[in-house]
């Protein structure tokens, strides 16, 4: 598993009221004036995700995903939206018979060219990947 350092600061602190940053020994911490911003470590991917596209591909105008699950007869959903977050169309809603589900071919002839996401979602679990329209 990767580890993330995320930095929490007050960045607008600097700007807007001048203040010269400085590192101090008493804290495990930056000091932007009177308040301390502190370094911690979260975990990435600390919870497995047994639910998932595991494949996206596009062949002639058309989408194919390929969907892992860890139980079959459940009901999911997959969604495509747009990159302002808008639902662009369901491509699949109802109950999945089989743990390692293939969608027959979706066409994608009436989508502009650009970044879109297809979200999976399912009870209790959501998953999201990315895939570029190009043409």
Same mark, same amino acid.
Not at 13 to 38: M, P, R, V
């Given at each position: 598993?990767?580890?993330?350092?995320?930095?929490?600061?007050?960045?607008?602190?600097?700007?807007?009221?001048? !203040?010269?940053?400085?590192?101090? *020994?008493?804290? &495990?911490? @930056?000091?932007? =004036?009177?308040?301390?911003? +502190?370094?911690?470590?979260?975990?990435?991917?600390s919870v497995e995700n047994k639910n998932y596209i595991s494949k996206v591909w596009i062949r002639s105008n058309t989408l194919f995903?390929?969907?892992?699950?860890?139980?079959?007869?459940?009901?999911?959903?997959?969604? !495509?939206?747009?990159?302002?977050? *808008?639902?662009? &169309?369901? @491509?699949?809603? =109802?109950?999945?018979?089989? +743990?390692?589900?293939?969608?027959?071919?979706?066409?994608?002839?009436?989508?502009?060219?650009?970044?879109?996401?297809?979200?999976?979602?399912?009870?209790?679990?959501?998953?999201?990947?990315?895939?570029?329209?190009?043409?």
């Open positions: 598993m990767k580890k993330k350092t995320i930095i929490f600061s007050c960045i607008s602190a600097i700007f807007f009221l001048g !203040i010269i940053t400085a590192q101090s *020994k008493e804290h &495990d911490g @930056i000091i932007f =004036g009177n308040i301390l911003s +502190k370094a911690s470590v979260a975990e990435a991917d995903v390929e969907v892992k699950l860890e139980n079959k007869d459940v009901n999911i959903q997959i969604d !495509i939206y747009n990159m302002l977050a *808008k639902p662009v &169309d369901t @491509i699949f809603e =109802g109950i999945a018979n089989q +743990k390692n589900l293939e969608l027959d071919g979706y066409d994608i002839s009436n989508l502009p060219p650009g970044p879109y996401f297809l979200v999976l979602t399912g009870p209790g679990f959501r998953h999201v990947e990315k895939f570029i329209l190009t043409r």
